[in-house]
């Protein structure tokens, strides 16, 4: 019943812009800590992003002045601008909802970010 779906991955290159969508079912984004998280071959997957319930932000260091997260509680979509993209931010991207009190933990398919050099 609960779905994430990413999208707006893609290609790009070094120094563009793109922003990435995760549109919820099943649950509300406005009462669930939502995350990006980002995984490349070879490596753990990292937090990029999150947002808490309260509006809280927290940024992995690597992307911290170039990434922005938010939410559009209307629209139950929350969203991840990335701006200033280089190649190391080449990854498969997922979305992700977490409510300790439900409980739930629920993971997006992932979109793939390729930016070339």
């Known amino acids: 019943q609960v779905q994430l779906v990413e999208s707006g991955g893609g290609l790009v290159q070094a120094g563009g812009s793109l922003r990435l969508s995760c549109a919820a079912s099943?649950?509300?984004?406005?009462?669930?800590?939502m995350g990006w998280y980002r995984q490349a071959p070879g490596k753990q997957r990292e937090l990029v992003a999150g947002?808490?319930?309260?509006?809280?932000?927290n940024y992995g260091d690597s992307v911290k002045g170039r990434f922005t997260i938010s939410r559009d509680n209307a629209k139950n979509t929350v969203y991840l601008q990335m701006n200033s993209l280089k190649p190391e931010d080449t990854a498969i991207y997922y979305c992700?909802?977490?409510?300790?009190?439900?409980?739930?933990?629920?993971w997006g398919q992932g979109t793939q970010v390729t930016v070339s050099s």
């Open positions: 947002i808490t319930r309260g509006g809280s932000t």
């Open positions: 992700n909802g977490y409510q300790p009190t439900n409980p739930g933990n629920y």
């Open positions: 099943g649950i509300a984004v406005g009462i669930y800590t």
